[in-house]
């Protein structure tokens, strides 16, 4: 189906919905070949319902190619087997691709032969709001509706508001690369942004990480002593089994916060049934039964026998030596950055400068060539 926006006769004026082919059927697929076979290069962008089901869902995947924009809808019975090499072979604009590539890589194994990432590109050349929405708004006046971002793109029909907004994710990034490119040129940054770009697809192909054994340790469990560690272990296995059963998000279910604030009243030593009394709220009346007896069970959980955090070297205490030589580090990580008018945090993390400390020797794997080089000139290196 081909949208146009009514009353528009200059579809590439700015602050206008482009045109675009919503593709549902097989018949539709063939026009979209024949732009990826004709095209030197392609804008991509995906949609997915990852806060509306258990396990993530692709459910739109965004191309302009030549001048024309594509919504491919991922939910229709369509053979896209034609369509995936094709993508492969040319090189991709995307804008915050981390969680893209990573989606299609579990979706079909799909690696990209090249990136430019405008929002690495931004972050590199120093723009505070490098979100898709503010860098349309400051190059070109365009305003994006945020309130799609977090809207069910797994619904069917989509709006088609929803739609026209999908199209605007990917009609501008052809000339805010061509932007931001120049501007990085002009910085002699641009292989910066190469070498983040190639680092990123290569990083997409890990997909995401297997939940293990401690996912359950959300964020406050760490105060957690005695038996509020089982009461924890048991509510989350519980949140997860309906969070499975309804296909919603955990989140959706029950929050971390309240997990913790149960199990915070169990490790106090609070009596089971003061344990119980929690007020969930009329929507989780269905859920009480089953939850109390999960918290019954994790009264009877030793905590003992809870699987433990392996402990890893970066977290097993700094000598006086590593200690002081991440000092010097950081103070030359920051003063560059200041020099740079960059974020310290893009030259190195924390977490990388506790590696480096460690073992000066391993900075060529930690960090990237542009990012070693800047440290490996400072006078904290050389003594």
């Known amino acids: 189906m081909l949208f146009s926006p009514p009353g528009i006769t200059d579809p590439a004026r700015l602050n206008t919905i482009p045109h675009y082919q919503l593709i549902t059927r097989p ?11 004709r095209c030197t290069e392609i804008a991509l962008d995906t949609e997915a319902d990852n806060l509306f089901r258990y396990k993530t869902r692709v459910c739109l995947l965004q191309i302009h190619a030549v001048g024309e924009i594509y919504l491919v809808d991922l939910l229709a019975d369509l053979d896209l087997s ?12 995307m804008h915050g691709s981390d969680y893209d ?3 299609l890589w579990e979706l079909c194994r799909f690696q990209p032969l090249s990136l430019f990432d405008t929002m690495f590109a931004a972050q590199l050349l120093s723009i505070p709001r490098f979100g ?7 190059n070109f006046g365009v305003q994006l509706d945020k309130d799609h971002q977090k809207a069910n793109w797994s619904q ?5 508001d929803m739609l026209d907004y999908a199209a605007m994710d990917v009609f501008h990034l052809f000339a805010l690369r061509d932007k931001l490119r120049d501007d990085l040129v002009r910085l002699g940054r641009l292989d910066w942004l190469e070498q983040r770009c190639r680092w990123q697809m290569e990083a997409g192909r890990d997909g995401f990480a297997a939940p293990d054994e401690n996912v359950w340790r959300v964020n406050g469990s760490e105060k957690l002593r005695g038996r509020g560690l089982g009461v924890l272990n048991a509510l989350w296995h519980w949140r997860e089994s309906w969070a499975e059963k309804i296909d919603t998000p955990p989140f959706k279910v029950v929050g971390n916060e309240m997990l913790v604030r149960i199990s915070r009243a169990a ?14 709220g009329r929507r989780h009346d269905r859920l009480f039964p089953s939850m ?14 809870l699987p433990r955090r392996e402990r890893r070297r970066d977290f097993s205490p700094m000598t006086p030596d590593e200690l002081a030589r991440q000092d010097r580090i950081k103070a030359d990580r920051d003063r560059l950055a200041a020099g740079l008018s960059l974020d310290p945090t893009l030259i190195a993390t924390r977490s990388q400068l506790v590696v480096i400390a460690r073992d000066p ?3 060529d794997n930690v960090l990237l060539p542009w990012q070693a080089k800047l440290l490996k000139a400072e006078p904290a290196w050389k003594s």
């Open 27 to 37: 018949e539709q697929l063939a026009p979209l070949h024949a732009a990826l076979d």
């Open 267 to 280: 490790d106090e030593g609070a009596p089971l049934e003061e344990v119980m009394r929690v007020n969930l």
């Open 292 to 305: 109390a007896e999960a918290i019954k069970h994790g009264f009877n959980i030793d905590p003992s026998t």
């Open 101 to 103: 590539l990573r989606l």
């Open 82 to 93: 034609a369509l995936w090499p094709r993508l492969a072979a040319k090189p991709l604009i």
């Open 132 to 138: 898709l929405a503010a860098l349309l708004e400051t």
């Open 156 to 160: 069917r029909p989509l709006d088609r």
């Open 361 to 363: 020797a391993a900075i």
